[in-house]
């Protein structure tokens, strides 16, 4: 009886829920439809602040300023034709552009796709005032990157550019996602999870013609966190003026903590370029020039250092036990090595220790480099940080590179000759360094012999980054002191290489190069640091294909007497 009227029961319930769906699918089901339609959830992003990028005294470097920006919403664009016509006329562009940049930014129906960025705020308002009648067209206000200085400081700054697929597989687990902007290069890249901040947004209801109806949630973005960085704009400028027209590379660096006060490569590129990407010419040349503006030669540039290798080998030839100061030798213009003569750069004549330094002669040099050996000349390169990264706070810097005789038999199958030796006493043959690392290893030899690590981050949000422990390079103070004495004597010297720069009041040190390119003019560079005793500050020059160091020396006297002009480097 019971389980009879059970039956029932559960029977008229089935038969109670079919009507209902019944109801709601078929006899309502067109209104349900309708209603669907006519109303739904839009989550609206917001773009957050990107931090900005400050010079150590205060000056902004990069900047971020409202941008509107013309976007299209695939899901809302019903008259394709229609819609693309108007805004052809609204925004000056021809109907196939506006396709093209539609059919390349398409990545699916709820993203917005920009047709222009940066419009003006007129053509904004006419596009806003006709977005109703444009389904899927309105105006979208973002926060666009700023470099007020354009290509100053390019290399140190990076730019700007929307995320690639290879980064967007790297980068997916901590927050970044389709169409965000990134840092390429410079600090830009190096600081982008401090600097992009925390997008926010809205989430809304839309009607049927996208017309919002109320809103929903609403999670505010949060700004990027600032950065002061060690370089001084106003050095900066001056450095990339010098250059400006011309191939090559400044690097001025504190030698006690390793702060990078200028870092100048060039040409260089206006990252303002790659934010709106309207001058495609400009955008062509940086990407396609052989001069290659996006490459950085002050920490990927590797170059044969030429005589400025030569405190190295006289370091080396010190250490040895088999070279006193006061040896002198005589220079006739070239020295007979094996079956062959190795020339020097001029006749000098009788030379000792500091006036070999001074007028940079070679053949004192290959005595030296013949003294010292290979193995001692590479084990001491290596101790000053050649070949290896300096650890500098930017990305894709290169190593350079310190040859031996073991890399020699296993890469040419070939023993290591006497001629060999000599080139790399003046520092050609199979030597590479960045003028980065020879900055550094200027620095090491002027400080006392204390590695530094070059850094341009010198606070994130206020807060001060620690400095990297100085590490004592494993060269006797003693050698240490005979070569940075010695590096005085190509500025003091009224024939020395270098004496351009003898700047009163800074007791300059330095040593010129002259790297021979093969099939091309030689490069020019002079390192060194100042003053002579604790030295504080450390500097590397380099231009390409000049032919001498001459220029090199030249460009540094302009430098260093607008600096000191200006009270600058005191």
Known sequence: ??????????????????????????????????????????????????????????????????????????????????????????????????????????????????????????????????????????????????????????????????????????????????????????????????????????????????????????????????????????????????????????????????????????????????????????????????????FNRVTSGQFPPGSVFKPITALAAYRSKKFKPSLTYVCTGKLRIGERYFKCWSEHGQQDFNQAMGHSCDVYFYRLGLTAGADMMSKTALELGLASATGIDLPQEAQGFIPSRIWKRLKFLDRWYDGDTANFAIGQGFVLA????????????????????????????????????????????ESLELVRNALRFPVALEDGTAHDLDIKGWEVCAKTGTAQVYGAESHGMVAGFFPKDNARYAFCILLDNVGSSHMAVAMGKQLFQEAQRRGKLL
């Open 434 to 477: 960045t003028p980065l690392q020879l900055a550094r290893m200027m620095a090491a030899i002027g400080n006392g012999g204390f590695f530094v690590v070059p850094h341009l981050s010198k606070a994130i949000d206020g807060v001060p980054l620690p400095v990297k422990e100085l590490k004592k390079i494993k060269i006797p103070d």
């Open 1 to 294: 009886m019971r389980t009879g009227t059970y039956r029932i029961i559960l029977f008229s319930l089935f038969i109670a829920l079919a009507l209902a769906l019944f109801f709601v699918q078929v006899v309502r089901g067109n209104y349900y439809y309708k209603l669907s339609m006519r109303n739904s959830i839009r989550l609206i992003p917001q773009e957050a602040y990107r931090g900005r990028i400050l010079d150590r005294n205060n000056n902004v470097m990069v900047d971020n300023m409202l941008s509107f920006d013309a976007v299209i919403i695939p899901q809302e664009l019903k008259d394709k034709k229609a819609v693309f016509q108007r805004l052809s006329g609204i925004l000056s562009t021809d109907v196939d552009s506006l396709y093209r940049t539609y059919d390349k930014g398409y990545l699916n129906p709820f993203t917005p796709v920009a047709l222009a960025v940066g419009i003006s705020k007129p053509t904004a308002i006419t596009l806003q005032e006709a977005s109703l009648d444009l389904g899927g067209a309105q105006v979208e206000l973002n926060a666009r990157r700023f470099y007020p200085f354009g290509s100053c400081a390019s290399h140190v700054l990076g730019y700007m550019g929307e995320i690639d697929k290879s980064r967007i597989t790297k980068l997916k687990d901590y927050g970044y996602d389709i169409k965000d902007k990134v840092g390429y290069s410079g600090l830009e890249e190096g600081l982008d999870i401090y600097l992009r901040g925390e997008k926010g947004g809205q989430q809304v209801e839309v009607d049927n013609r996208g017309r919002q109806v109320r809103v929903l949630g609403y999670k505010p973005p949060y700004s990027g966190k600032d950065v002061h960085v060690t370089i001084d704009l106003e050095l900066q400028q001056i450095a990339d003026q010098l250059l400006d027209g011309k191939k090559g590379a400044i690097v001025i660096m504190d030698a006690q903590n390793g702060e990078i006060l200028v870092l100048a490569s060039s040409p260089g590129f206006d990252p303002n370029v790659f934010v709106d990407r309207k001058d495609k010419k400009s955008l062509n040349f940086y990407l396609s020039s052989q001069d290659a503006p996006l």
